[in-house]
C-alpha cells in the first residue's frame, strides 16, 4: 500500500511543487479525499490520526509521505543546485532572497 501511494499518487502530485508556493493548509486540503479514499478501501476508520499515516513503515505506520514537507524539501534541493550556478534563474534567486532579507 505504502508503495503505491508513495509511487504513484505522491508522484503525480510532486511533478508541480517546483513551480508553486502553498501553505500546509493547502496541501492538506489536497491530500485530504485521497486520503479518505486510500482508508475506505483499506476499511480503516477515517479518523485515525494523521501521525500514523505519514509513520513509517517499522513503526508501525503506513509510510505516506507529507506533502507539505515534499514541498519544502523539492524547494531546498533546487535552491542548493542552483546556488552559484551563474544562470539567469540563479541570479532571479539570489535577488529575490536579498529583497526577502531586507
Do not use: F
Not at 534541493?77 to 536579498?98: F, G, I, K, R
Amino acid at each position: 500500500m505504502p508503495y503505491a501511494i508513495n509511487s504513484i499518487v505522491v508522484r503525480t502530485l510532486n511533478w508541480p511543487l517546483p513551480a508553486i508556493t502553498i501553505s500546509e493548509e493547502e496541501c492538506t486540503h489536497i491530500i485530504s479525499p485521497i486520503i479518505k479514499n486510500i482508508l475506505a478501501k483499506l476499511k480503516v476508520v477515517r479518523s485515525i490520526k494523521r501521525t500514523v499515516i505519514y509513520g513509517t513503515i517499522h513503526l508501525q505506520g503506513m509510510g505516506m509521505k507529507n506533502l507539505y514537507t515534499l514541498l519544502g524539501a523539492i524547494h531546498i534541493t533546487l535552491l542548493v543546485q542552483l546556488h552559484n550556478s551563474n544562470t539567469d534563474l540563479d541570479m532571479l534567486l539570489q535577488t529575490s532572497l536579498e529583497c526577502l532579507v531586507m
